[in-house]
């Protein structure tokens, strides 16, 4: 089996265990950056075309990268179109980004969400921190990632400044409820084709709210309890998404989901708990990897 990985850098950690456990399992890896492939729309023949050459793998993992998912997404939809198997389809990348449309699907579903405002004006600010639970809340940009844009505002007066400020911009945020009792922790599960693989808790750095590992975090492996395990699952089925990262954070009211990554980092997760996270995801791909099976993971 031809397996494309759609990767900016060959010689992320990612992109390099993905390609070793391709290569492991007896298959033909191939690294393609995905920004230098063009898109021939062409009626009842559409094609891939990379240097020159038509692309038609049997499969892609598409690992693309957050400031480029408009034209990534387009490559990955191109490839649908082929009837090209792909571990997560397009439609499945674009609805986790939005991190506004991602929530308003999990919330149609019913699955734990920190309580969270959206508006456009300022005029009523009061209302809108009031959705958050009031001060201190965060404050995300919505097309934010790996904890870029999101603002912990500890006071009504900062609220309104960062608020203020970000609207002042022209940028969409959402308001959401801070979750004191986590301690500055959440947990990383990553879901594989239904199921949560692995799951890591992962603390912030001191007086960091943020859990993110690059930013100084720390990680250990953890047994997630039935309901964690669950919303996880019914996270990623929400989001139509085959391999993802779900965060979820241990609230008073149970675990509520902050994030859903369409492309998870795989160095903190195997490194933390041992498991050959990179071999599931191949595993996965030789169940279904089919000419023309494309799996319809959700709808909105």
């Known amino acids: 089996m031809q397996i494309t990985i759609l990767s900016r850098n060959s ?3 990612s992109t390099a265990r993905l390609k070793e456990a391709i290569e492991k399992r007896g298959h033909e890896a191939r690294v393609i950056d995905y920004l230098r492939c063009y898109i021939d729309i062409e009626s009842r023949n559409p094609r891939v075309i990379y240097q020159g050459e038509e692309l038609r793998p049997d499969a892609i ?8 998912t408009f034209y990534g997404t387009a490559v990955v939809r191109q490839f649908e179109m082929m009837g090209v198997f792909t571990v997560n389809e397009s439609q499945g990348i674009t609805r986790s980004r939005d991190k506004l449309r991602s929530m308003q699907l999990m919330a149609r579903d019913g699955i734990g969400l920190p309580d969270t405002g959206f ?14 639970g009031g001060a201190p809340l965060v404050v995300k940009l919505i097309e934010g990632t790996q904890g870029v844009g999101v603002i912990l505002a500890e006071t009504k007066k900062a609220a309104e400044a960062v608020i203020e400020a970000f609207r002042g911009l022209n940028a969409n945020i959402l308001v959401q409820q801070f979750i004191k009792e986590a301690g500055g922790a959440d947990v990383r ?7 949560v693989v692995a799951a890591m808790k992962r603390q912030g750095a001191a007086g960091e709210f943020r859990s993110n ?4 975090g720390s990680s250990l492996n ?8 669950s919303t996880a699952r019914q996270a990623a089925k929400s989001m139509g998404l085959a391999v993802c990262g779900v965060d979820i954070l241990q609230s008073n009211k149970g675990p509520v989901v902050m994030e859903v990554n369409s492309s998870p980092g795989l160095e903190g997760i195997e ?6 996270v990179a ?5 996965y791909i030789e169940l279904n990897a089919k000419p023309g099976k494309q799996k319809d993971r959700g709808k909105g």
């Open 61 to 68: 993992i598409p690992r693309i990268g957050a400031s480029h």
């Open 213 to 216: 590992l690059h930013r100084g």
């Open 271 to 276: 490194q933390t708990t041992s498991i050959d």
């Open 11 to 13: 010689k992320l950690y």
């Open 222 to 229: 953890i047994k997630l309890s039935p309901k964690e395990r």
């Open 279 to 283: 071999g599931k995801i191949i595993e």
């Open 189 to 195: 599960c990553f879901v594989v084709n239904g199921k």
């Open 119 to 132: 508006a456009h004006s300022t005029k009523d600010i009061n209302g809108l921190i009031a959705i958050a």
